[in-house]
């Protein structure tokens, strides 16, 4: 990154604890279904993951809502299941349903036999990185991304997404031990994944813990954040320069929790008061809040008022403004333009 801009340097700026000019935003999910010029890609490469595999196009999803839009950040076009299929479970989308796995993890010998490190069957997504990030030519940071041990676990053992992910808690409380193996397994692998995107051309690297809210209180630690916190320890000790954002979505007892990890920011969902953790965490890194929902509304009145509610939020304190949650496919783009612009306009209010 060229570091005599301060435009291209906000988000890496705000990673460090320090103060820009004005917070940068990006948008969870920001390349992808929401827009037309994503749809008119997806219509014509049917499957999900073969469009995920194809580099040019790929890198080009990733560059789409930059043409569009004045972003601080370019997410790589992938998906957090990338794993789990490269581990060979078969994973497939399905319309209206989601990801399906042909090959769920039923038995010990299934989570036995599983890789601790399938990195080289991964190489499509770090192409992608690289020439996402010769085509950026230091416009903006690029995010590289995985889910977290516990959320690909849910997948693989349920087999889909899943309410209540009953299958995989269940395996919590009847089989610590092989859960713990299939965590620890996917840990490893989380670790090499993101190594391997960093050394690819990832400015920054997220980790999506994005159903540790399933798990009751007596295994989030357990079973969820302790794999995290091994994750980012790791990450720091081999690319301390590389900064990492962690969500999940979590309620706010845990996004506390959250805080206390190795992570440079916290995403925090947009269930949660985000004005309560800024009062609680003043000096942490926080990422979030708004209401996906707020996008979808025939006038940009709502998103306005949800953009400003989350700068006011945000104090004095660092902040990247985002969503709670990933865009939604139903977003409007004349709001997402609305958002955006609230937050380019914005002046805090003196003290």
Same mark, same amino acid.
């Given at each position: 990154?060229?570091?005599?801009?301060?435009?291209?340097?906000?988000?890496?700026?705000?990673?460090?604890?320090?103060?820009?000019?004005?917070?940068?935003?990006?948008?969870?999910?920001?390349?992808?279904?929401?827009?037309?010029?994503?749809?008119?890609i997806r219509s014509q490469v049917p499957d999900f993951m073969t469009l995920c595999k194809n580099t040019d196009l790929a890198?080009?999803?990733?560059?789409?809502?930059?043409?569009?839009?004045?972003?601080?950040?370019?997410?790589?076009?992938?998906?957090?299941?990338?794993?789990p299929d490269a581990m060979g479970l078969g994973l497939t989308f399905v319309p209206g349903?989601?990801?399906?796995?042909?090959?769920?993890?039923?038995?010990?010998?299934?989570?036995?036999?599983? &890789? *601790?490190?399938? /990195?080289?069957?991964?190489? #499509?997504?770090?192409?992608?990185?690289?020439? =996402?990030?010769?085509?950026?030519?230091?416009?903006?940071?690029?995010?590289g991304f995985s889910g977290s041990p516990w959320t690909?676990?849910?997948?693989?053992?349920?087999?889909?997404?899943?309410?209540?992910?009953?299958?995989?808690?269940?395996?919590?409380?009847?089989?610590?031990?092989?859960?713990?193996a299939l965590l620890q397994c996917l840990a490893d692998n989380v670790i090499a994944y993101c190594r391997a995107q960093i050394e690819a051309g990832a400015d920054v690297i997220m980790l999506f813990d994005s159903w540790g809210g399933r798990l009751p209180d007596a295994l989030y630690d357990a079973m969820s954040l302790a794999y995290?916190?091994?994750?980012?320890?790791?990450?720091?000790? &081999? *690319?301390?320069? /590389?900064?990492?954002?962690? #969500?999940?979505?979590?309620?706010?007892?845990? =996004?506390?929790?959250?805080?206390?990890?190795?992570?440079?920011?916290?995403?925090?969902?947009h269930e949660v008061d985000l004005a309560r953790v800024r009062t609680s965490c003043p000096n942490a890194v926080l990422q979030g809040n708004i209401d996906p929902t707020s996008l979808n509304a025939n006038t940009s009145e709502s998103v306005i008022q949800a953009t400003r509610k989350c700068l006011l939020?945000?104090?004095?304190?660092?902040?990247?403004?985002?969503?709670?949650?990933?865009?939604?496919?139903?977003a409007r783009i004349e709001n997402v333009h609305a958002l955006i612009h609230t937050v380019h306009q914005y002046q805090p209010p003196t003290s």
């Open positions: 990154m060229n570091p005599t801009d301060p435009i291209q340097h906000r988000l890496c700026e705000t990673l460090k604890g320090k103060t820009t000019d004005r917070p940068p935003i990006w948008l969870m999910r920001q390349a992808g279904r929401y827009l037309p010029e994503y749809r008119a890198v080009e999803i990733t560059l789409q809502p930059l043409e569009r839009f004045t972003l601080d950040a370019a997410i790589i076009f992938s998906d957090i299941l990338t794993i349903q989601g990801p399906v796995f042909a090959h769920p993890l039923q038995e010990a010998s299934h989570i036995e036999r599983l &890789s *601790h490190d399938v /990195t080289q069957d991964l190489g #499509y997504v770090f192409d992608a990185i690289s020439h =996402a990030q010769r085509a950026l030519n230091h416009r903006v940071p690029l995010i690909l676990a849910a997948y693989m053992v349920e087999g889909q997404s899943s309410p209540d992910f009953s299958k995989a808690l269940a395996l919590c409380h009847d089989h610590p031990t092989l859960m713990h995290v916190r091994m994750i980012l320890s790791a990450l720091h000790a &081999s *690319h301390p320069n /590389t900064p990492t954002i962690l #969500y999940a979505k979590v309620p706010y007892a845990r =996004a506390l929790n959250l805080i206390d990890t190795q992570a440079s920011a916290v995403g925090i969902s939020a945000q104090g004095q304190g660092p902040a990247i403004i985002n969503l709670g949650h990933g865009i939604r496919p139903d």
